[in-house]
């Protein structure tokens, strides 16, 4: 089926029970591939024009639809917009992936090492669930922890993200060189105005990680008044890696480091990288 607006595809999805939803289909065709998904029907996203883009709303809201492919999240008008979800959307995949594999994808299939996902969690972002008869809202952390999950025959349309105007990076560690999934990714954005500091690791466990304690104290180490002035020291750099530090120790406990010898060495590898991605995210955030 390819209905050619929202209203027929969420009536499509009611009036066909065990009928799946299927935009760029990187993800499902490899679960289709794997035997891991026996769709009854697929419900095609393509023809839904609307999903396709993005806009402002009051409010300093960017809205965006669930079917903006990654390719077009990394053109300069989006990078301008929300530089850190373009970042992310660059490393997704090699190219032929990034044409077609969507934003609404990469969430409702909500992988652990989903490059938008740290990004979404940490900017705060909610997500538009359509269904025959009604919308609701639901933030993008709830549906990935499953607090508030996808239900059968629901659509996720739009994404609202809060424009922060404010310094944003996300930073991605593979394993080797060119397009590859995140073995750990950060996401990191300042908030000026409420002094705050907000992190979000991806990759390293089922669902995107707040290291809250972190995020609270490394604000306290920055100097915010300092922003702007040419030459100011807004951190000092011991407190920058002390953070990075925080964030990893958080993320992977001491615990996973006394695993089995093998999983002990990969968990401090991790944890490793994890601290150098997120020294490395705050250095360039507060440049
Ligand atoms: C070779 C390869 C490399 C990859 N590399 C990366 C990578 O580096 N980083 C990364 O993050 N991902 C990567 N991916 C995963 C994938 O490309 C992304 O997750 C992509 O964003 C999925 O989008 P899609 O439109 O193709 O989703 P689809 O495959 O069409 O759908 C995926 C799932 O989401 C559901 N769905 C899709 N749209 C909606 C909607 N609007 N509402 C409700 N449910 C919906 C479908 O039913 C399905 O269950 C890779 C995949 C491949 C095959």
Redesign the pocket.
């Known amino acids: 089926m390819l209905p050619a607006s929202l209203d027929e595809a969420v009536e499509a999805l009611a009036a066909t029970p065990g009928a799946?939803?299927?935009?760029?289909?990187?993800?499902?065709?490899?679960?289709v591939n794997a035997g891991r998904?026996r769709?009854a029907a697929?419900i095609g996203?393509g023809r839904i024009t609307e999903?396709r883009g993005w806009r402002y709303e009051d409010g300093g809201t960017a809205v965006l639809g669930?079917?903006l492919?990654?390719a077009r999240m990394d053109r300069p008008d989006f990078a301008a917009l929300i530089p850190a979800l373009a970042d992310?959307a660059r490393?997704?995949?090699?190219p032929?992936?990034?044409n077609?594999?969507?934003?609404?994808?990469?969430?409702?299939?909500a992988?652990p090492?989903?490059?938008?996902?740290p990004v979404l969690t940490v900017l705060e972002a909610t997500a538009t669930?359509a269904r025959a008869g009604g919308t609701r809202e639901v933030p993008i952390s709830h549906l990935l922890t499953g607090l508030d999950p996808?239900r059968p025959g629901?659509?996720?349309?739009w994404v609202r993200v809060p424009l922060l105007h404010a310094p944003q990076v996300f930073l991605?560690a593979?394993g080797r060189s060119g397009?590859?999934?995140?073995s750990a990714s950060v996401a990191l954005v300042l908030d000026p105005a409420r002094r705050a500091v907000r992190c979000a690791v991806g990759a390293v466990a089922p669902v995107p990680l707040r290291p809250l304690e972190a995020e609270a104290w490394v604000a306290g180490c920055i100097d915010w008044d300092a922003r702007g002035e040419e030459g100011a020291a807004l951190i000092d750099p011991a407190a920058a890696a002390a953070f990075g530090e925080y964030v990893a120790g958080a993320c992977i406990p001491d615990g996973a480091l006394d695993g089995p010898e093998g999983a002990g060495a990969l968990a401090a590898r991790l944890r490793r990288t994890v601290s150098v991605l997120a020294r490395r995210a705050l250095g360039r955030a507060l440049k």
């Open positions: 799946v939803p299927v935009a760029g289909a990187t993800d499902l065709m490899e679960a998904l769709p697929l996203l999903l669930a079917g492919t990654h992310a490393t997704a995949g090699p032929q992936i990034r077609v594999g969507t934003l609404g994808g990469n969430i409702a299939t992988a090492a989903g490059d938008t996902l669930l996808l629901e659509l996720l349309t991605k593979t397009p590859a999934r995140a």
